[in-house]
């Protein structure tokens, strides 16, 4: 069986990962652990559009301040921009429900959705696959503050880390929704093309999740979540209520297993509708709280929504 997530990992909550694709990479990643890795400045292009193609990803504007006098006060004195356009990245959502779900469906048919449960796991395996070509600059959620930066003193000759920390994860402000988590790798050599490669150790942590029967419109009263398990199937249907984002499943740690399942709102369990008997269906502890739909995470086989 699947060990789904890094043994050494007890945190409370666990954020989960999605990654939107054609039902046939999807199945790649599945079934061979395929990734795929392409510098910033791919997104620049125009044929990508949508929520996807930036004219400037990767780009940062550190507007640098000079103090005059105490009449003159502090006043813009130059802009010093870092580009770091040849960095890698692998893009994930931090919620299956972002902006990116409409992207995904909308412009480009991908009702396919693989749920990366450890994240950290998959970043290593592709650095200890493409070490010593790369070089690991880190991970985490993009911040979405606009690619002005003000305040940062004399500029150096040279950008500093935090500059191209800065370049790497921070988009402007209408990109927010995508709610985007990214690992980014600096290149060592002549590196400018996507790199393709199969990981087959980063299939212990995913799980495919299907949503050709789910209407990003929203236009429905109720959603239906099916988990399989080695077992059975469990279902909840529930009255649909803003916002959807909610409805993301989420991974907790009850202090002896991992669960997959669902943070409920007051109302979701008072309209709810379960099916699958279980332990786990509503469970509640001292460490976790109140979960939803929630199984051992180990036991999980696929996930499915339904607008009904």
């Known amino acids: 069986m699947a060990k789904k997530i890094s043994l050494n990992k007890t945190e409370k909550r666990i954020q989960p990962c999605f990654k939107f694709l054609e039902e046939r990479w999807a199945n790649e990643m599945l079934e061979f652990g395929s990734v795929k890795i392409s510098p910033m400045r791919e997104f620049r292009k125009s044929h990508h559009g949508g929520l ?50 409409n992207w995904a469906l909308k412009e480009n048919g991908r009702s396919s959705c693989v749920l990366i449960t450890d994240i950290q796991a998959l970043h290593s395996a592709i650095s200890d696959e493409l070490h010593p070509d790369l070089r690991f600059l880190g991970e985490r959620n993009c911040e979405y503050l606009g690619r002005n930066v003000h305040g940062v003193g004399i500029p150096p000759s040279n950008p500093t880390q935090r500059m191209k920390e800065t370049a790497a994860w921070r988009k402007p402000r209408r990109f927010a929704e995508q709610a985007e988590f990214r690992g980014v790798w600096v290149p060592k050599a002549d590196l400018t093309e996507p790199i393709a490669k199969r990981l087959p150790a980063i299939k212990d942590f995913l799980i495919p999740v299907d949503l050709s029967e789910f209407d990003a419109n929203l236009c429905f009263d109720r959603l239906a979540i099916e988990i399989k398990t080695t077992t059975q199937v469990h279902r909840a249907d529930l ?10 499943p989420m991974i907790f740690w009850d202090g002896d297993t991992h669960l997959l399942g669902l943070e409920p709102k007051s109302n979701w369990v008072r309209g709810a509708s379960l099916k699958g008997p279980s ?30």
């Open 279 to 308: 332990q786990y269906n509503v469970f509640a502890s001292s460490v976790s709280g109140t979960l939803l739909l929630c199984v051992r995470l180990e036991d999980v086989l696929s996930i499915s929504y339904k607008s009904i």
């Open 239 to 248: 009255e649909f209520i803003h916002p959807i984002q909610s409805y993301s």
């Open 52 to 101: 996807i193609q930036d004219d400037e990803e990767g780009i940062a504007h550190f507007h640098s301040l000079t103090f005059g006098t105490r009449w003159e006060g502090v006043f813009n004195n130059s802009i010093f921009d870092v580009d770091i356009g040849d960095a890698f990245i692998y893009c994930t959502t931090s919620n299956i429900f972002s902006e990116t779900l």
